[in-house]
């Protein structure tokens, strides 16, 4: 642990050394709800084949209202041999930069970094840089004992430069200089003084005014071969932007869908939600069987070959990988999308499963379960949707049966919001989801889709094995509003079903 935190304290005592030093940031990644950064100039290396550096998130501003801050600045430890990132620390900033919250990662964890995906884009710009590299440490320190020492001796320097005679070589060298600058002034040229070879890394430091005869009327030139080197100032960048076209469009979650991705095109929090022209229900003539003919980019509803829900039976037992959560008490905005209950929340609840780590987004629900164990079905479930910064989804599932009143549930059903479509944030009020997770934590996982058009692919799906209780009343009062939204279960096709043993 003491060589991980060498990296750290060198780069904090270095920003605090060179607090002039403006940050780099540049785009990495971004879409319609934030903006991936990197600092190029908080680049460091410590020890050799290892690097840290500044990264931050930028909500949009939907999003940021949601979360309670604008930015998310991270410190990242990058292994540029074994191609795998730690998370440091994280910074929380409001629209003013003013610090919301700052904490420290208790265990820091080596992720491998995924092929293709935005940690291989910040682990590539931050170990294998275009151009230049980074100085590590010890040229920085020396670079900063150099210029100390020439700042000490800049007027010894100045009277132990041989300045060769333009004219009049019986007269001192600094009166030369002097009255070279004035004649040059009154004549309107620059004045030519050659100096020294060894001068041209640093321009000649200005007289004393006691040594000049007159004060000279024009700012002071550089001498011609210093003009010839000019120190690197790079041109000024413009502020980033939230809200653009995005510059990286990954895969179809990060579109507007119904239910599952449905935050993802939210709008104004309190104003009705934009939905599909084309309506879908889940019964008649605009039910689950006729959705992939109802428009062109919802055809995998019908000719998927990955679809969910299934019936999950003949899982193979393994020692699946514990999830790991990090959920908090978060505040919430709650709305009846026409389809579902669903609650969309801020950033600062993740999961982290199979080496990625995944925001989630919202929770919505179904009567009766959409998921069946072994051909057995449940009154209702609760979907959690978690998506990471690639925009790969992953379906958290809690079966839900008849039993005991659930504290989270009468929240959320105590604010309901009086019209569809229109979502309401309830002040004050906050829901801790850890409280929704059963407290055996073992679960079945397959690869599968979202169960509302337009049934995109590439999700993974985590089922809880062990339900977790709500009252028959609390059953009753999603019943009046939503008798029945469960998608048919569909084909398995061969798909590997593993579940924790």
């Known amino acids: 642990m003491r060589h991980r935190m060498r990296p750290i304290v060198a780069l904090l005592v270095f920003a605090g050394a060179s607090a002039a030093m403006a940050a780099d940031w540049q785009t990495v990644a971004s879409d319609k709800k934030r903006t991936i950064e990197l600092d190029r100039a908080s680049i460091l290396q410590s020890d050799p084949g290892t690097k840290v550096a500044w990264g931050r998130i930028v909500l949009s501003g939907s999003e940021a209202a949601t979360a309670g801050y604008v930015t998310v600045k991270a410190l990242n430890r990058y292994d540029c041999r074994n191609q795998t990132f730690a998370t440091i620390k994280r ?18 964890k080596d992720v491998p970094v995924t092929p293709g995906s935005v940690d291989e884009k910040l682990w590539r710009d931050v170990c294998k840089p275009a151009g230049s590299g980074v100085a590590d440490i010890s040229q920085l320190a020396k670079k900063a004992s150099r210029a100390a020492q020439a700042s000490q001796t800049a007027s010894a320097d100045l009277r132990a430069a041989d300045y060769r005679p333009a004219r009049g070589a019986d ?20 004045p030519s003084i050659p100096i020294k070879k060894n001068f041209i890394d640093k321009p000649a430091p200005p007289p004393k005014a006691e040594l000049m005869e007159k004060p000279v009327a024009r700012a002071e030139a550089a001498p011609p071969e210093v003009q010839r080197v000019p120190a690197y100032s790079p041109p000024p960048r413009p502020k980033p932007r939230l809200v653009r076209a995005p510059a990286v469009q990954r895969a179809p979650a990060m579109l507007a869908v119904e239910g599952h991705a449905g935050t993802l095109a939210q709008g104004a929090p309190g104003t009705p939600w934009a939905h599909h022209h084309i309506h879908w229900s889940y019964e008649g003539e605009f039910g689950p069987p006729n959705w992939g003919t109802l428009k062109p980019e919802w055809q995998l509803c019908n000719t998927g070959e990955r679809q969910s829900p299934i019936d999950i039976r003949d899982g193979i037992k393994v020692d699946l990988e514990p999830i790991r959560f990090d959920y908090r008490p978060s505040y919430f905005r709650i709305i009846d999308n026409g389809h579902t209950i669903q609650v969309n929340l801020g950033h600062g609840n993740t999961l982290e499963v199979m080496g990625r780590v995944y925001d989630l987004v919202q929770l919505h629900f179904h009567r009766p379960s959409e998921e069946r164990i072994n051909g057995r079905g449940f009154d209702m479930v609760a979907h959690l949707v978690h998506k990471d910064l690639d925009g790969r989804l992953a379906v958290l599932a809690v079966l839900l049966e008849r039993g005991g009143a659930h504290p989270v549930i009468q929240t959320l059903w105590n604010n309901l919001p009086l019209e569809k479509q229109v979502d309401y944030s309830p002040e004050g009020v906050a829901i801790d989801l850890n409280q929704l997770l059963p407290e055996n934590r073992n679960y079945y996982t397959y690869m599968g889709s979202l169960t509302t058009p337009p049934c995109s692919e590439g999700v993974m799906w985590m089922v809880m094995k062990q339900p977790v209780q709500v009252a028959a009343e609390q059953i009753a009062i999603f019943s009046k509003l939503y008798p029945m939204n469960a998608r048919p279960v569909q084909s398995i096709r061969n798909r590997l079903i593993k579940e924790s043993r």
Do not use: H, I
């Open 91 to 108: 910074v929380y900033l409001d629209e003013d930069a003013v610090v919301v919250k700052d904490e420290r990662v208790k265990v820091e």
């Open 171 to 190: 007269k001192p060298a600094l009166t030369r200089v002097a009255e070279g600058k004035a004649q040059g002034a009154e004549q309107g040229a620059e």
